[in-house]
Nanobody, 119 residues
Framework: QVQLVESGGGLVQAGGSLRLFCAAS????????MGWFRQAPGKEREFVAG????????YYADSVKGRFTISGDNAKKLVYLQMNSLKPEDTAVYYC????????????WGQGTQVTVSS
């Protein structure tokens, strides 16, 4: 089993920044993909960003490209999401997720951290 714990959420004004953290523990995979998802009230959970541990490739939703940056430290089993130029529409619960690279679905999920952006 893989345990994921997010932190770093909070309340910020539009245009501000936040940095989210995800700590992984338990069984981990050398070749894993880590991702951030979010779910706003009344909406489906959506992909935000992902990073491949083995090659370092990163992936972003169009809505956050140029504003958010995903990074990670495999040795420390930490994943970060730097969020800049935040907008009210970024308000959501943000979830960290993990999967082996060869899988198509994310298998492990954290409990989520709330991000609220005020206008």
């Amino acid at each position: 089993q893989v345990q994921l714990v997010e932190s770093g959420g909070g309340l910020v004004q539009a245009g501000g920044s936040l940095r989210l953290f995800c700590a992984a523990s338990g069984r981990t995979f050398r070749r894993a993909t880590m991702g951030w998802f979010r779910q706003a009230p009344g909406k489906e959970r959506e992909f935000v960003a992902g990073i491949s541990w083995s090659g370092g490739s990163t992936y972003y939703a169009d809505s956050v490209k140029g504003r958010f940056t995903i990074s990670g430290d495999n040795a420390k089993k930490l994943v970060y999401l730097q969020m800049n130029s935040l907008k009210p529409e970024d308000t959501a619960v943000y979830y960290c997720a993990a999967k082996p690279e060869w899988e198509t679905r994310y298998e492990y999920w954290g409990q989520g951290t709330q991000v609220t952006v005020s206008s």
